[in-house]
């Protein structure tokens, strides 16, 4: 039993980069699509799609390198755990590595970075960083 989707998704994502690997796969959820959105616009990943499978929805994430083959996203790491959630406000939030990172964030209006939360004045609980 899985106690912490996110968590997973961010250690398959760590694993699946050391290795160089093209993409990998999860379990679907709206959190973890939202995720995925999250890093597609930032730049962090090149695509996503959900395949839709029996008896479960199954996320592909395709990750992206540099011209020399250097991986985009150098840490990943769960902010919020289930024993601990960690909220900040918009006026809380800093930006991550001067601007370099992000931090994705569950707020009243989905999931979003710290920029478009910042920008939106919205604040919420703090999913992961990533830079």
Not at 53 to 61: A, E, Y
């Amino acid at each position: 039993m899985m106690t912490d989707p996110i968590a997973d998704f961010c250690t398959r994502l760590r694993n699946a980069n050391s290795i160089k690997q093209k993409q990998f796969t999860i379990p679907a959820s709206t959190v973890k699509v939202g995720i995925a959105q999250v890093l597609k616009d930032e730049g962090f990943i090149t695509d996503y799609r959900v395949e839709p499978n029996q008896p479960r929805s199954t996320l592909v994430v395709a990750l992206k390198y540099g011209d020399d083959g250097q991986a985009i996203i150098r840490r990943i790491a769960r902010v919020s755990k289930p024993g601990r959630r960690v909220y900040a406000g918009s006026r809380e939030l800093r930006p991550v590595l001067r601007g370099m990172g992000i931090r994705v964030m569950s707020t009243p209006a989905g999931i979003i970075s710290d920029r478009a939360a910042r920008n939106q004045k919205l604040g919420g609980e703090i999913l992961c960083e990533v830079y």
